[in-house]
């Protein structure tokens, strides 16, 4: 511009743009999120592992006899009821729990109930994360020599050397938060089938939905990994859960291009209920077969009904069959592809509905 005041308003305006991009670049905020992320995530296992104490104290009061601690005489007297000092003493107990490192943490539970709760593959890799997380708190990712002493001593073969920082880069901070869910759930199954034998078929339930969910999420490492878990477990409620156990467990293993057939050998199909026999002739990809079971059974039984049909990952290949299509028409009265058609109108209503708003 010729105007002197324009000239000088907008050279304000570029000073004012390159500070803000210096302050963005110096703040290096991927990093600053991907750190937040990861901290948060061993918040987010210290709230679990809190809580699973409390409910397990809540539900087996004499082991309140173990906690060793103590309340003064004053203390005492200011609560009303015991169930105030019981509440007040486990609160203690938790908090103490909580300060200590994750490696004394499982030895407090391994003690406390007489399991050995660290003899599976990823140990060493939660040990090395639990160890990251706390450089990165206090020492602003700088490695250390404590840090390398716990990695070595639980067999983590670490390269970096002592005072050099670490990043948590995406295929970091998606592998640490796979091995922290992964660990979380094996803690709590464990935990839950030792001290509450009677709630076996609760437990397995539980087990099962969330390997479903990993199935359904396409997850395909961790439903191996929670599948192989589950199939270590000594007992199960009932051959029921057993099977389906089996059955999902062949579904990841297929997936992921595990080998799925010697798992299905172990299955007595003669004996089975019709369902199963279903699922293993749709991962042995006998199409025919399938179908005239899937005709057989019919509509809805406890283990398969339409939404299974729909969404159970076992179907995602025998759903774009014809022999799929005629077998759903004849146990709904309506053919799969009409249903696809259905969905795909319903997600570009709602789309268009998203798109109107946004405007």
Not at 139 to 161: F, V
Not at 224 to 244: G, Q, T, W, Y
Not at 248 to 268: G, M
Request: net charge negative; aromatic share 10%; proline share 1%.
């Amino acid at each position: 511009s010729d105007d002197a005041i324009e000239r000088s308003a907008a050279t304000a305006k570029v000073f004012a743009a390159i500070e803000s991009m210096e302050r963005l670049n110096n703040s290096n905020v991927p990093t600053v999120m991907s750190e937040a992320i990861f901290l948060k995530l061993f918040s987010a296992f210290d709230a679990f592992s809190g809580n699973l104490l409390a409910a397990i104290f809540e539900k087996k009061p004499e082991l309140y006899k173990k906690i060793n601690k103590s309340l003064s005489v004053s203390d005492l007297l200011s609560f009303g009821h015991v169930d105030d000092i019981k509440k007040i003493v486990l609160s203690m107990e938790i908090e103490s729990f909580r300060r200590e490192s994750y490696i004394d943490q499982f030895s407090y539970l391994e003690n406390m109930f007489g399991l050995n709760l660290t003899l599976y593959s990823d140990w060493s890799d939660f040990v090395e994360a639990s160890q990251r997380r706390n450089i990165v708190c206090h020492c602003d990712g700088i490695i250390s020599e404590q840090y390398m002493a716990a990695c070595r001593k639980y067999g983590y073969q670490c390269d970096i050397e002592v005072g050099k920082k670490v990043d948590i880069d995406p295929a970091y901070l998606t592998n640490a938060i796979k091995i922290v869910m992964k660990t979380g759930v094996m803690l709590g199954q464990t935990l839950w089938r030792k001290l509450f034998s009677d709630e076996l078929d609760e437990a397995d339930s539980q087990l099962i939905e969330t390997i479903y969910n990993s199935l359904t999420r396409e997850a395909w490492e961790d439903a191996v990994d929670l599948s192989e878990f589950a199939m270590r477990l000594p007992r199960f409620a009932n051959e029921r859960n057993k099977n389906i156990f089996i059955i999902n467990s062949a579904i990841a293993r297929q997936r992921s291009n595990n080998d799925f057939e010697s798992l299905l050998q172990t299955l007595d199909l003669s004996s089975m209920r019709q369902e199963f026999v279903l699922a293993v002739n749709v991962l042995r990809r006998d199409w025919s077969a399938a179908a005239s079971l899937m005709k057989t059974i019919g509509a809805e039984t406890e283990l398969i009904n339409e939404n299974a049909y729909q969404r159970w990952p076992l179907f995602s290949d025998f759903r774009n069959t014809d022999e799929f299509d005629e077998a759903y028409r004849e146990a709904y009265g309506h053919s799969f592809k009409e249903v696809l058609k259905a969905m795909s109108r319903e997600a570009e209503e709602k789309s268009s509905t998203s798109a109107r708003k946004g405007g």
